[in-house]
């Protein structure tokens, strides 16, 4: 079974920037789109942002322009570059893998206070 293992989270002040990665168990990236969702304390989880395999990008209105996604086929892993950080962006972050029956991993904690 694949597995997904998030990792890069962290605490950051306002402003600062953070990169997430998402590294896959089995080469899945080059075949299906992947993206990233969050979860805030006593709110449902939410897109961010998505890459297709086509490397198209789409972006939820209130990272664009902040956070950038990539992904690196050779090494099975999906990246989440976020700058300006605010600390509305304060959640846990999981990537998911776009197949049949979609693939989520743990999550990882970031957290943007001063």
């Known amino acids: 079974q694949v597995q997904l293992v998030e990792s890069g989270g962290g605490l950051v002040q306002p402003g600062g920037s953070l990169r997430l990665s998402c590294a896959a168990s089995?080469?899945?990236?080059?075949?299906?789109?992947a993206g990233w969702y969050r979860q805030a304390p006593g709110k449902p989880r939410e897109w961010v942002a998505t890459?297709?395999?086509?490397?198209?990008?789409n972006y939820a209105s209130s990272v664009k322009g902040r956070f950038t996604i990539s992904r690196d086929n050779v090494k099975n892993t999906v990246y989440l570059q976020m700058n300006s950080l605010k600390p509305d962006d304060t959640g846990i972050y999981y990537c998911?893998?776009?197949?049949?029956?979609?693939?989520w991993g743990q999550g990882t904690q970031v957290t943007v206070s001063s």
């Open positions: 998911h893998a776009d197949t049949f029956l979609g693939i």
């Open positions: 890459v297709t395999t086509g490397d198209s990008e």
């Open positions: 089995e080469s899945i990236f080059a075949i299906y789109a």
